[in-house]
């Protein structure tokens, strides 16, 4: 059974950071590209950034020098790494898995950017 496990989120104050997991099983994680998404409130998904299964990353405009991708094969898992934080990233962050049409979604987890 394929799953995608977010962690991580929560409330945080301008300027701080956070760390996001998710946590893969059910698939060959290493073979899929790992993307994250986020939706604010009253808006659309929107893509953050991705992980190439060899590691190449690509990011939104909006978040490029303060957000970072990484991966851990061996652990099945991906990470978004947030710095310097503006309210203005506070939405439901999304772990998605994409090999060759074939894609998979996490429940996500909320991020709070709020003094």
């Known amino acids: 059974q394929v799953q995608l496990v977010e962690s991580g989120g929560g409330l945080v104050q301008p300027g701080g950071s956070l760390r996001l997991s998710c946590a893969a099983s059910?698939?060959?994680?290493?073979?899929?590209?790992m993307s994250w998404y986020r939706q604010a409130p009253g808006k659309q998904r929107e893509l953050v950034g991705f992980?190439?299964?060899?590691?190449?990353?690509l990011y939104t405009n909006s978040v490029k020098g303060r957000f970072t991708i990484t991966r851990d094969n061996a652990k099945n898992t991906v990470y978004l790494q947030m710095n310097n934080l503006k309210p203005e990233d506070t939405a439901v962050y999304y772990c998605?898995?994409?090999?060759?049409?074939?894609?998979?979604w996490g429940k996500g987890t909320l991020v709070t950017v709020s003094s």
């Open positions: 059910g698939f060959i994680f290493s073979i899929y590209t």
């Open positions: 992980i190439s299964s060899d590691s190449n990353t």
């Open positions: 998605n898995a994409n090999f060759r049409g074939q894609d998979y």
